[in-house]
């Protein structure tokens, strides 16, 4: 079983990287809150892994920290109706503090907004993790975390980016192009995609 990956960082995009470990690249799915933490390509990259059978596959899922591996390990295995896929979405559009206060709060409508996650999926979220989760119930809930600061890129690349990984996440391609046009409005002409798609998903 492979819980970690220590070596260099060869390719690079929002929800998957390439790590060379002794010469061997192992392909890991990453969420957008681990992405933009993520070094130059050549640098070396640490990630907390976990490793996902199934009949006819096996992916390895990777995280800046122990501790977001081990809630995407929870999530996975006592919700129902919710894979790896779905999980991964769901640390995509929060941090881990946003989504445990979320869940501790139980705000349905916060947590229903992501791709994939329906109402009644959300409230089996809710239902099975609350009691699960180590914030104040009176904690409050910001959906735009920190942003992290990798090299940025032009405008319309940025955009362009951020457009295709709400997509990805599920969006209509019109309604990601209108939400990522008007955080680029906002964050301005220096954000990055990881910037663009995190103020897109808070709207």
Known sequence: ??????????????????????GVGYGVNIPITT????????????????????????SLYGFADRETREFFKLIVEKVS?????????????????????AIAVGDLATISKTPGIGKKT??????????????????????????????????????????AALVALGFAANVADKAVRA?????????TAEILIRAALSQ
């Open 81 to 101: 109706g919710i894979g790896p896929g779905t999980a991964l979405k769901l640390l995509s559009r929060f941090d881990l503090p946003q989504l445990k206060t």
């Open 183 to 191: 955080a680029a409005a906002k964050a301005g002409s220096e954000a």
């Open 122 to 163: 959300a409230e089996r979220l809710i239902v099975e993790l609350k009691d699960k989760m180590d914030v104040p119930a009176s904690a409050g809930v910001s959906l735009l975390g920190k942003n992290g600061v990798p090299e940025t890129s032009s405008s319309s690349s940025a955009q362009a980016d951020a457009i």
């Open 35 to 58: 992405s933009e933490k993520l070094p130059k390509l050549g640098e070396e990259v640490r990630l907390f892994v976990c490793q996902i059978f199934r009949e006819d596959d096996q």
């Open 1 to 22: 079983m492979i819980v970690s990956l220590r070596g260099k960082l060869i390719e690079s995009a929002l929800f998957q990287c390439v790590i060379e470990c002794a």
